[in-house]
């Protein structure tokens, strides 16, 4: 197929593509003769011709739309790909053209569809109609945009000779465009309805009163739209970072069509559009956040199980006997997108950890509590060993906790009876178990905290995980007392610390399944120090203060609400879960409220994720600080090289 592409130039969202003359036509029959273009159902047909023929009426064309019919020049042709089973497509996933020459639009079946929902079907229910309807209204943005293009860039001149600024103000001026027709159609109920525009979100869960104006309908769509894809890093089908030399990475495209939006607002003095929209920013603002530390990006044509660094390369297991894929870290630099082929899998998945082993292999636990050594290369087990009813009962939730690559050791936490302990696993499968009581008991003893006694004193576990460093960190209520025990990665005590913090205000465990869970509340860092947060989850603003000094300012801060002047709760925050990052740095994943980055060096807090990651979401680091987040059973990584900036 390539043999008649003279050039591609394609962008996200949006934008021009460009064959020999009859190049479009016959990539479009190809396509077709192939069976490679999106299945439209009767109901999606029926709301997109709506909306088709609703914009060329507003816009005064004389031609109708045509969907995935054979190519009629009579007609503008519009073609829905199957972009992911297409290798010879010159756009990849998420991308949309127009082809001038042809009077042919292109766009990927990303935009229709979400999961096993389809974008443009009627909804059963009105929760899917709530996450569906600003996902079409961004597919009728796309698609507005790509007619702008050729209401406005159709001319007699050759596309290829439209190149660099040209270009750039080309893509501003079919986004205005778009922006002008979707609130030309959002101006009445009638035009609304007329052009197949459901119900904005607000209204149908009771937030907006009906007498909103077009832009704030507008804004409630895009809005949501933007806000829901912002937060579903993993689950959006579109490459968080492709771009071209004239066009943005996603993020970067949706943050400018929020200033558009809020130009038109404050010109129109629209303020409740502009609170919408202040809301919106907030929403994305760790999103954000996330993209501007410009990550790598790896796709993956199908889904894999696990992937961990160390300093030299990342490493992902796929499915079982499938082997792990390596690929070097230098190879990924910041901002790129990378597309790896790998195998489609066969069974169920059943990796729930994996860590580096001896060389050319991977140490993998599975669900069932095998603990197998496999050969990178082919994915064949060395050797097996079952770790069931080796880790204690079920009187507390049990979890691994993997330290920056390479480690020597990954920590198993559990519960005997209640009583907490420790193991730790090394890359030879062998194991030495610690009773947290009993070391906490006598670390406080030696050093003179706590008096020696006939019987066992009553000492409570607040905290299990380890320091910025990568080593042991032990926080114990004793004698209505806090102590910070920093230990060796063999479980030897390193020193002591009494904090200045009343136990009365620590939260208390709580109960999942009869198991106990102790929220974490302190976080160290590689000096040994101990910090806790403080805030409002619901307002997303927090502190970060030294609980070895009770009297310090704030060490760090954040608040993603400043616009609001209610008052705002300064509560002890709970964490979920610590995910390292080396240099110092660490990620705290909170019970409510969001995940954070902490910068330790810099006196930094800062957001990576409204929601928190789940225990899907995986974080994983080496000695360097490189670091990748992903989620399991996904097919993207994100590789932040944290060791190239020093």
């Known amino acids: 197929m390539r043999f008649f592409l003279i050039c591609t130039l394609f ?42 023929s609703e914009m060329a009426i507003v816009t005064g064309s004389n031609k109708s739309f045509s969907i995935n019919a054979p190519y009629d020049a009579r007609h503008i042709n519009l073609y829905i790909v199957e972009t992911s089973d297409v290798p010879d497509t010159p ?102 309805r007329q052009a197949g525009i459901p119900e904005p979100v607000s209204s149908m869960i009771g937030l907006l009163d009906g007498e909103e104006t077009s832009l704030q309908r507008l804004t409630d769509h895009l809005g949501y739209a933007i806000a829901f894809l912002s937060e579903e890093v993993f689950e959006n089908a579109f490459p968080l970072l492709s771009r071209s030399d004239t066009h943005p990475a996603f993020f970067g495209r949706m943050s400018r069509l929020l200033d558009q939006l809020a130009a038109e607002a404050r010109i129109l003095d629209d303020q409740e559009a502009l609170r919408q929209l202040r809301v919106i920013r907030s929403i994305m603002s760790a999103t954000a956040a996330l993209m501007e530390l410009k990550p790598a990006e790896i796709e993956l044509e199908h889904p894999f199980q696990f992937a961990f660094l160390d300093n030299e390369h990342i490493s992902i297991v796929g499915n079982d006997n499938t082997g792990v894929l390596t690929r070097n870290l230098d190879d990924l630099s910041p901002g790129t997108l990378i597309r790896i082929e790998n195998k489609p899998p066969q069974r169920e998945a059943t990796v729930r950890y994996a860590w580096p082993g ?206 609001i002047d209610e008052p705002r709760l300064a509560q002890i925050v709970s964490i979920r879960s610590i995910h390292l990052l080396g240099g110092n740095r660490m990620i705290v994943n909170l019970v409510e409220g969001g995940a954070y980055l902490i910068n330790f060096n810099a006196k930094m807090l800062a957001p990576l994720n409204r929601q928190g990651f789940s225990q899907m979401e995986q974080v994983l680091s080496n000695e360097r600080g490189d670091w990748i987040l992903y989620r399991k059973y996904g097919n993207r990584i994100l590789v932040f090289r944290e060791g190239d900036r020093g």
């Open 358 to 563: 001896a060389t050319g292999e991977t140490l993998v636990l599975r669900r069932e509590g095998t603990l197998e050594a496999i050969r990178n290369s082919s994915g064949a087990v060395l050797s097996q060993r079952t770790l069931n009813g080796q880790f204690g009962d079920n009187s507390c939730v049990k979890r691994i906790i993997l330290a920056p690559a390479p480690a020597s050791f990954v920590y198993v936490y559990f519960c005997v009876e209640g009583v907490d302990h420790v193991a730790t696993l090394n890359r030879n499968k062998e194991t030495a178990a610690f009773n947290l009581q009993e070391l906490s008991s006598d670390a406080l003893q030696d050093a003179g905290l706590l008096a020696a006694r006939a019987t066992q004193p009553t000492l409570r576990i607040v905290g299990f995980d380890l320091d910025a460093a990568g080593s042991p960190a032990l926080h114990v209520v004793a004698e209505n007392a806090l102590f910070l025990i920093l230990l060796s990665q063999t479980f030897h005590v390193q020193s002591v610390h009494r904090l200045d913090f009343d136990p009365v205000t620590l939260p208390e465990s709580m109960n999942f399944r009869g198991a106990r869970i102790t929220p974490k509340t302190f976080v160290t860092d590689d000096a040994g120090k101990s910090f806790f947060l403080r805030g409002s989850p619901l307002f997303r603003e927090f502190d970060l203060l030294d609980a070895g000094d009770m009297k310090a300012a704030a060490w760090a801060a954040v608040d993603l609400t400043p616009s």
């Open 11 to 52: 962008a996200l969202m949006g934008g021009s593509l460009f064959y020999a003359p009859d190049g479009s036509v016959r990539l479009a029959r190809q396509l077709q003769y192939d069976g490679r273009l999106y299945e439209v159902t009767s109901d999606e047909r029926s709301n997109l011709e709506a909306f088709l």
């Open 91 to 192: 756009f990849p996933v998420g991308n949309a053209a127009y082809v001038s020459h042809s009077d042919i639009i292109f766009i990927d079946a990303s935009y229709f569809r979400f999961g096993a929902e389809r974008v443009f079907a009627d909804p059963t229910d009105s929760l899917t109609a709530g996450v569906l309807t600003p996902l079409r209204v961004y597919a009728y943005f796309v698609l507005a945009h790509e007619f702008g293009h050729r209401k406005l860039h159709r001319s007699i001149w050759p596309d290829i000779l439209v190149w660099g600024d040209l270009w750039h103000r080309r893509e501003l001026e079919a986004d205005d465009f778009a922006i002008k027709i979707l609130s030309a159609l959002y101006s009445s109920e009638d035009s609304r």
